[in-house]
């Protein structure tokens, strides 16, 4: 089992059926995601190909479209679901972790003023992920339906022919097509990694980008922690 931070930040929030969690959120130099994108998640972003649900003559699609592309077309008033508020500000987490918030305590504790957030994580796992939302998470999604799924079904191997002849090394379990996201404007993200089960962990994400990270059973450090922010 992989013990990157993308591969333990995706495996584990992933349980929580939010979506695929994405380590690097941030847009690529593809830009961000956006719902209709088809392409593949490396090292926690994902890459754009191209998107199928745009026409082919538009911007997100100025590098090409599979041979034979067929736009997906979608009845938004009936499929499209959005939340402006699908996701509380605050931790997002496993169940094997619980949290607390600390704010009051980070300067005279770290030294780091101006803290946007802080919280004090109690892991009972050898490993996790926390992602903290800054503000509220906004959805957008299209419900799944019969069109869909034949879509997928009948494209998806053109779509890994066009991802080879731009000699991307993949395969079909690779291909992903985004037909829904939750994005914020603000985030933290953590995860980490330890041989003992009972452990603390603690971070800060500051107005003007510091980072505090701890990992410690009592006093001793015992593990590893990794963090990607954005405030």
């Given at each position: 089992m992989s013990s990157t931070a993308a591969a333990v930040y995706a495996s584990e929030l992933v349980k929580?059926?939010?979506?695929l969690p994405?380590?690097?959120?941030?847009?690529?130099?593809f830009g961000e995601v956006e719902i209709g994108d088809v392409g593949f998640v490396l090292d926690g972003?994902?890459?754009?190909?191209?998107n199928a649900m745009r026409p082919a003559t538009d911007p997100l699609n100025s590098r090409g479209v599979p041979e034979g592309f067929i736009q997906f077309l979608v009845d938004e008033k009936e499929f499209l679901h959005v939340d402006d508020s699908y996701l509380?500000?605050?931790p997002v987490c496993t169940s094997s972790t619980k949290f607390s918030n600390v704010q009051a305590g980070l300067q005279a504790s770290t030294g780091v003023a101006g803290a946007g957030v802080s919280y004090s994580f109690s892991c009972n796992a050898t490993r996790g992920a926390i992602a903290v939302?800054?503000?509220s998470g906004r959805q957008e999604r299209y419900i799944h339906s019969q069109d869909l799924r034949a879509y997928v079904q009948t494209y998806h191997r053109t779509w890994l022919d066009f991802a080879r002849t731009k000699r991307y090394d993949v395969d079909k379990f690779d291909m992903v097509f985004?037909?829904?996201?939750?994005k914020t404007s603000k985030w933290a993200l953590a995860t980490y990694t330890s041989q003992d089960t009972d452990h603390q962990l603690?971070?800060?994400a500051t107005a003007n980008g510091a980072l505090v990270q701890r990992v410690t059973q009592g006093a001793i450090p015992t593990g590893h922690a990794e963090i990607n922010a954005y405030f």
């Open positions: 929580l059926r939010y979506g994405l380590w690097r959120p941030e847009p690529t130099k972003a994902l890459y754009r190909l191209f509380p500000p605050g939302l800054g503000d985004v037909y829904g996201w939750v603690s971070f800060a």
